[in-house]
C-alpha cells in the first residue's frame, strides 16, 4: 500500500489542502498552484532560483530552496512567493528598488533574489552589506547582474537606515491572517493512494520521538531518517534514489534543545546549521565549529540542513563532521531499546558505513568543553560558498603553563574514505613547542599519513598539497592566534 500525506498550508493568502506524495518537492507543488515565479534551474539547491520564503511561525520566514524540499514539509507552514508580495501595478519595495536599479537583465533569478532579501530582512532589522551579500551567497545571476544588486541593497539599506522605509512594512497584510489560523494545525492526516505512480511508500512527519522510533522499527532496512532533507532530496531529484520510507525529524521538539553546563555542550539534532550560526555560545565556546558551518552551503541550505544530517550522510567531504571530529565529538543514537553515545573518532567503519545501526536514530551531539585552547578550521574548494571541499581540515589544542601542546586533535575531510584523524602527526605534536623546525616535521608527517584519490575536486598530488599546507596555516595562525597567516 502507498500512502499520501493530506497537507494543509498557505501559499500566500490562499489556504491549500492537498494530498502530496512523500517524494514530491515543495517546488512542484507552488509552481503546479500558479506560483511560478520560483524558478527550476539546478534541482540541487545550488542557484536559489527556487528561493522561497518559509514561515515556521509568525514573524519567523526563513528562505529555503523549494526544490530540495519534501512536499510534507509544508503542512502548518505559509510560504511566500514573490507573488504574494506585489503586483506589476503595485510593486513591493523590494522588487521597486530592483527594478529601479536595472536588477534584473532576463528575470530568472530575480524572483529569488527578492524572496532571499526579504528573509534577511524579515529576520535583521539593520543589516549591513556584509549581511546583505551573506544572504544572497546561494543565489545565482546567469546574467552576472551583481554590481547592480548590491547597488538596489545600498539604496534598500539606506532607506532603512534613514527610517523612510520600516520593515513591518515588508510584511504582506495577509500574514496576521494566516498565523491566526495555522496556530491550530494538528499533523497532517495519511491518506492510501493507488501503487504504481509512486517510488516511495510513506512520508512520516514525526512530531515525538517515540513516533518516529515506532515508524522505523516497522521497516528499518527500508527508511531513511530524514532531517533538513539537504542531502536526500538531491539525491532524489539528482540521482533518482529513493528510499520506501522517509521518517521526518525535524519537527520533534525534544530534538531541538541545545544546552551547556561546565563539562559539555549537547547539540539536538533538530537544530538547523543557521539556529547554530546564530548562536553565540558557539563563536565564544566552539569557534572551531562556528567558522565550518559558516563556510557550509548557503543561508538556504543552512536554515534546515543540520550536523545529525551531516553524520548520517557520511560523506568523506562532510564539513561539519570533519569539524566535530576535531572537537572530539559523540553522537547520541538512539532506537526504541534505548539511547548510547559513540565517540565519533570510532563512529566511522568505511565509506559511507557508520556505527549507525538502521534502528537508530541520531538524536543528539556532545561536545566536551575545553576552555582556553585554540581551534581552527579551512576549507578548500573552488568557491567560498556552496562549495564541496577537496580538503578540510580542523585543529585543536591546548597549551600548558611552559607553552607546550597538550589535547592536539587534528582531522581531515576528503582524504579518505572518511573523515579521518591524523593520529601520527598528532602524536608527533602532542607535548612539543611549536617553532619552525616542527612545523616542517609535522607538513613531512601529515603528508605521508594519507594517500587521497584524485576526483573531479582535485588530483591526489594536489590534495597530498593540501593536507600538508592546511596544517601549516593551521600552525601559523596558532602561533599568531587566529590572525591570519
Ligand atoms: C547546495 C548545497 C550545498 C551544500 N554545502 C555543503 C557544505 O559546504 N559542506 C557540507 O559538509 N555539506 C554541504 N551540503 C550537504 C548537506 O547540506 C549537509 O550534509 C547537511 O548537513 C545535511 O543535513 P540535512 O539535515 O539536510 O540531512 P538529510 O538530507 O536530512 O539527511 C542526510 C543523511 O543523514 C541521515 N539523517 C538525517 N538526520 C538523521 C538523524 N537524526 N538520525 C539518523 N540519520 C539521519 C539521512 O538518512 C541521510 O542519510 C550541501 C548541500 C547542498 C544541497
Ligand atoms: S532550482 Fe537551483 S536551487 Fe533550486
Ligand atoms: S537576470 Fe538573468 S539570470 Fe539573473
Same mark, same amino acid.
Given at each position: ?61 526563513? %528562505? ?40 534584473? *537583465? ?23 552589506? /556584509? ?79 517515540? /513516533? !518516529? ?36 525529524? *525535524?519537527?520533534? @521538539? ?14 539536538? @539534532? ?20 562556528? *567558522? ?71 538524536? /543528539? ?35 600548558? /603553563? ?8 587534528? %582531522? ?7 573523515? @579521518? ?5 598528532? %602524536? ?15 607538513? !613531512? ?41
Amino acid at each position: 500500500m502507498f500512502y499520501a500525506n493530506q497537507v494543509r498550508f498557505y501559499l500566500n493568502d490562499k489556504l491549500v489542502e492537498m494530498d502530496v506524495t512523500p517524494t514530491q518537492t515543495a517546488l512542484e507543488i507552488i509552481r503546479a498552484l500558479g506560483a511560478t515565479g520560483a524558478k527550476e534551474a539546478c534541482s540541487e539547491g545550488d542557484c536559489g532560483a527556487c528561493t522561497v520564503a518559509l514561515g515556521l511561525e509568525r514573524n519567523r520566514y526563513l %528562505a529555503v530552496t523549494s526544490c530540495i524540499m519534501p512536499a510534507t514539509k509544508l503542512h502548518g507552514r505559509h510560504v511566500i512567493t514573490v507573488e504574494g508580495l506585489g503586483t506589476p501595478e503595485n510593486l513591493h519595495p523590494i522588487q521597486e528598488v530592483m527594478y529601479r536599479h536595472h536588477a534584473t *537583465q532576463c528575470g530568472f533569478c530575480t524572483p529569488g533574489f527578492i524572496m532571499s532579501i526579504f528573509c534577511l530582512l524579515a529576520n535583521n532589522s539593520q543589516p549591513d552589506m /556584509a549581511a546583505f551579500r551573506k544572504a544572497l551567497e546561494g543565489n545565482l545571476c546567469r546574467c552576472t547582474g551583481y554590481q547592480h544588486i548590491v547597488q538596489a541593497g545600498e539604496d534598500l539599506l539606506e532607506k532603512l537606515h534613514e527610517g523612510l522605509l520600516s520593515i513591518s512594512s515588508l510584511f504582506p497584510d495577509f500574514c496576521d491572517a494566516v498565523w491566526d489560523d495555522l496556530e491550530q494545525s494538528q499533523p497532517p492526516q495519511v491518506v492510501p493512494v493507488s501503487a504504481g505512480v509512486l517510488p516511495s511508500r510513506e512520508y512520516h512527519l514525526c512530531y515525538s520521538l517515540d /513516533a !518516529a522510533l515506532h515508524a522505523l522499527d516497522a521497516d528499518p532496512q527500508n527508511s531513511r531518517v530524514i532531517s533538513g532533507g539537504t542531502d536526500l532530496f538531491v539525491e532524489s531529484n539528482v540521482a533518482r534514489r529513493f528510499a520506501e520510507n522517509y521518517i521526518d525529524v *525535524q519537527r520533534i @521538539a525534544s530534538l531541538h534543545t541545545f544546552s551547556m553546563d561546565d563539562h559539555e555542550l549537547t547539540i539536538g @539534532a533538530g537544530v538547523t546549521l543557521e539556529e547554530l550560526l546564530q548562536d553565540a555560545r558557539i563563536h565564544v565556546h566552539f569557534p572551531l565549529l562556528s *567558522q565550518a558551518i559558516e563556510m557550509m552551503g548557503s543561508v538556504q541550505i543552512r536554515n534546515v540542513a543540520t550536523l545529525a544530517g551531516n553524520l548520517g550522510n557520511a560523506s568523506p567531504v562532510a564539513d561539519g563532521a570533519c569539524a566535530l571530529l576535531g572537537l572530539d565529538a559523540s553522537v547520541q543514537l538512539t532506537s526504541s531499546q534505548g539511547a548510547r553515545s559513540v565517540p565519533l573518532k570510532k563512529y566511522y567503519l568505511g565509506y559511507k558505513q557508520t556505527e549507525r545501526h538502521p534502528d537508530e536514530i541520531i538524536t /543528539a551531539i556532545i561536545l566536551p568543553r575545553k576552555e582556553g585552547g585554540f581551534g581552527n578550521f579551512i576549507k578548500t574548494g573552488k568557491r567560498h560558498n556552496v562549495d564541496i571541499s577537496s580538503v578540510s581540515s580542523a585543529l585543536s589544542v591546548q597549551v600548558d /603553563a611552559s607553552g607546550l601542546l597538550t589535547d592536539v586533535v587534528l %582531522a581531515y575531510g576528503g582524504v579518505k574514505e572518511y573523515p @579521518a584523524l591524523a593520529t601520527q602527526t598528532m %602524536a608527533l605534536l602532542q607535548g612539543k613547542k611549536i617553532d619552525e623546525i616542527l612545523i616542517t616535521e609535522a607538513m !613531512a608527517c601529515v603528508e605521508a599519513e594519507f594517500t587521497p584519490i584524485g576526483d573531479v575536486r582535485g588530483t591526489a598530488e594536489y590534495r597530498s598539497l593540501l593536507i600538508k599546507n592546511q596544517l601549516k596555516k593551521h600552525l601559523l595562525r596558532f602561533i599568531k592566534r587566529g590572525e591570519d597567516a
